[in-house]
């Protein structure tokens, strides 16, 4: 088999939080078992873990459907985080002048991969 077929992606492209927030969330999830993210994932004190959490989810079942692969063997082989489109706000200030407020949106992306012998996770 190619490498290409034992790997399933997932993305989000409109999630309300800065890149900065949402890459720490998405770091701390890399070369886990899917099994292990999951649960960090659920017990996480992060707002944007949910959202985070439902992608890992479409990424396992992309997997699991299209892809034919095994739940168990499956690791998080890559999540990156890029920006999106930015709201811009105003509020007013002092004098009659205006303070801008900018509302930044991200993308997520998460490949999940079947690997055939068992690696440590990372912690």
Not at 13 to 21: A, E, F, G, I, Y
Not at 23 to 31: D, E, H, K
């Given at each position: 088999?190619s490498?290409?077929?034992?790997?399933?992606?997932?993305?989000?492209?409109?999630?309300?939080?800065?890149?900065t927030?949402?890459?720490?969330?998405?770091?701390?999830?890399?070369?886990?078992?899917v099994?292990?993210?999951i649960?960090?994932l659920?017990?996480?004190?992060?707002?944007?873990?949910r959202?985070?959490?439902?992608?890992?989810?479409?990424?396992?079942?992309?997997?699991?459907?299209?892809?034919?692969?095994?739940?168990?063997?499956?690791f998080?082989?890559?999540?990156?985080?890029g920006?999106?489109?930015?709201?811009?706000r105003?509020?007013p200030?002092?004098?009659?002048?205006?303070?801008s407020?900018?509302?930044?949106f991200?993308?997520?992306?998460?490949?999940?991969e079947?690997?055939?012998?068992?690696?440590?996770?990372v912690k």
């Amino acid at each position: 088999m190619s490498q290409n077929n034992l790997q399933a992606i997932a993305k989000d492209n409109m999630l309300r939080v800065s890149p900065t927030k949402l890459s720490l969330v998405a770091n701390s999830i890399i070369n886990k078992s899917v099994s292990n993210a999951i649960n960090q994932l659920k017990f996480s004190d992060k707002r944007i873990s949910r959202n985070v959490l439902k992608v890992l989810n479409a990424a396992i079942a992309n997997a699991e459907n299209n892809k034919q692969l095994d739940i168990d063997k499956l690791f998080i082989k890559e999540a990156y985080v890029g920006k999106s489109l930015r709201m811009k706000r105003w509020r007013p200030r002092a004098k009659g002048r205006a303070g801008s407020i900018i509302k930044p949106f991200s993308k997520i992306t998460i490949v999940v991969e079947e690997r055939l012998k068992k690696q440590k996770d990372v912690k």
